[in-house]
């Protein structure tokens, strides 16, 4: 039965980095920390996410059953939405979303936890043979200078910034709209799953070539940008990552890593999930407009090295294929060809029943 149940592997999971994460805290001594996001904490940022979509998701069709003319109607609207809840919300549905959020919530803070130990683990960098190497593919240059002269340091610079900032709520509110709105359990726990891979998978490239990022590297290439959003995280990241150096056992938390780029892997995730799943063709395009954009930013701003962003692509690519693995979904795409008519075929049956 725990077998068959689509959420197994990414609770293992959740349970074997969350363990690492409670080990590395004792071992060097370091508190763990829940890192702060856009809603406040994740603990309290998820829920809400999920209650979001619980009411944006039930509240709607309630009033489309009560239905709104003439308006007395709508005094059917709480009893209708209770007959949902009653019908449609089995305890198993509800614990099945919890499975998906919490496993989630664990691997990503267990992540941001990892990497702020790595300064206490790794102190060799790589950063000057990622630069090398970016000098080598561009033939004596650097990509970021280029981007510079190419798109402008104004105006694009806030179009990129705004980008890059907004993965920070997207990729959670992503989470929380298929795992409320879907039904296809595992659906659900194969996106859950995914995105719980690439913290993991993005822990073990911190450790295993350890970078800063040529925007902390090597600041001056960046001067001319105009302050954006993007400026102003790296400013606060690079001042807790100070803090973080001088008291690792205070309040801050380090978060500087280049390799691998988790930007791109979890985008590049998003992006093969939705094409896998079969989604609408704008939630494709955006999905891959959004990975342009943000794969811009990432060299742009000198958050990452060419090679950061390749290796965050393969690693989004490696979370779906192991997601669709664990939770049941390998060969989906191809299941879905097989089912569908072919076109011959509907084209005779549309003949036989004239």
């Keep these: 039965m725990l077998r068959r ?38 603990y309290v940022r998820l829920p809400l996410i999920g209650l979001l979509f619980f009411l944006s998701g039930v509240l709607p069709l309630a009033i489309r059953r009560a239905g709104v003319w003439p308006l007395t109607r709508l005094r059917h609207v709480p009893e209708k939405f209770i007959e949902i809840i009653r019908t449609e919300w089995t305890w198993g549905r509800v614990g099945n979303i919890a499975a998906g959020l919490i496993s989630f919530y664990i ?5 941001r936890n990892l990497k702020s130990a790595l300064p206490l683990v790794r102190d060799r960098l790589y950063d000057k043979e990622l630069l090398d190497l970016d000098y080598f593919l561009l033939f004596g240059h650097n990509p970021a200078p ?16 705004t980008a890059y900032v907004s993965y920070l709520p997207l990729i959670p509110l992503t989470l929380g709209a298929l795992l409320v ?7 659900g726990a194969w996106y859950a799953t995914a995105l719980s891979l690439n913290w993991v998978l993005g822990t073990m490239s911190y450790y295993a070539l350890p970078t800063l990022g040529p925007g902390f590297a090597q600041p001056s290439m960046f001067t001319e940008l105009a302050p954006s959003a993007a400026s102003t995280l790296q400013h606060s990241l690079f001042t807790n990552g100070a803090q ?6 205070g309040s801050h938390i380090y978060g500087i890593a280049g390799f ?28 891959w407009g959004f990975l342009c954009l943000t794969v811009l930013a990432t060299i742009y701003f000198g958050w990452h090295y060419i090679a950061d962003d390749v290796a965050g692509a393969a690693i989004g690519w490696a979370s779906v294929s192991i997601g669709a693995w664990a939770t049941g979904n390998r060969g989906r795409r191809r299941r879905r060809r097989l089912d569908r008519p072919r076109d011959d075929d509907a084209a005779g049956a549309d ?4």
């Design 244 to 249: 973080f150096k001088e008291d690792p056992t």
């Design 260 to 287: 691998a780029s988790l930007h791109v892997s979890v985008v590049v995730t998003a992006c093969l999930f939705f094409e896998r799943t079969g989604q609408k063709a704008p939630v494709r395009w955006a999905g």
């Design 351 to 354: 003949t036989v029943a004239v």
């Design 146 to 161: 280029l981007l510079h002269d190419l798109l402008g340091t104004d105006v694009v610079a806030q179009i990129l910034a």
């Design 181 to 187: 709105w879907n039904k296809d359990v595992s659906l």
């Design 107 to 111: 691997c990503y803070v267990s992540y």
């Design 5 to 42: 149940w689509p959420y197994t592997f990414a609770v293992c999971l959740s349970l074997a980095i969350g363990v690492t994460a409670i080990v590395a805290s004792l071992h060097f001594n370091v508190p763990l920390r829940d890192p702060e996001g856009f809603l406040g904490p994740a």
